[in-house]
């Protein structure tokens, strides 16, 4: 089980790596020990046809559920122009959460 602590220090630790959705959400999952499919919020805005937000980096969203230390995250990334030798496609620039 982690504590906050724990949980803070690792998503802390995903800022300025470099991801792609599916390299992101199995370290997530592992990390966690649930399956984790983080949630393009931004682009989701997008092709719902909404107004964009006000952010200025992507915002990929994921809820842990269940846990002692339940949290809304948030993973702000900026897109790469192309994949990196790694397959990487996003560069993480911020994180964000909220216990409750």
Do not use: H
Request: aromatic content about 14%; hydrophobic content about 35%.
């Amino acid at each position: 089980m982690k504590t906050r602590q724990e949980i803070i220090n690792f998503l802390e630790g995903l800022v300025s790596q470099r991801f792609n959705t599916e390299t992101l959400n199995e370290i997530l999952s592992t990390f966690f020990g649930t399956k984790i499919e983080v949630y393009n919020a931004s682009q989701g805005r997008i092709d719902n046809g909404e107004d964009d937000d006000e952010l200025s980096d992507w915002n990929l969203m994921f809820n842990l559920d269940g846990f002692p230390n339940a949290c809304y995250c948030d993973i702000y990334m900026l897109p790469m122009r192309r994949a990196g030798f790694d397959d990487a496609t996003m560069y993480i620039t911020e994180v964000g959460y909220e216990f409750i």
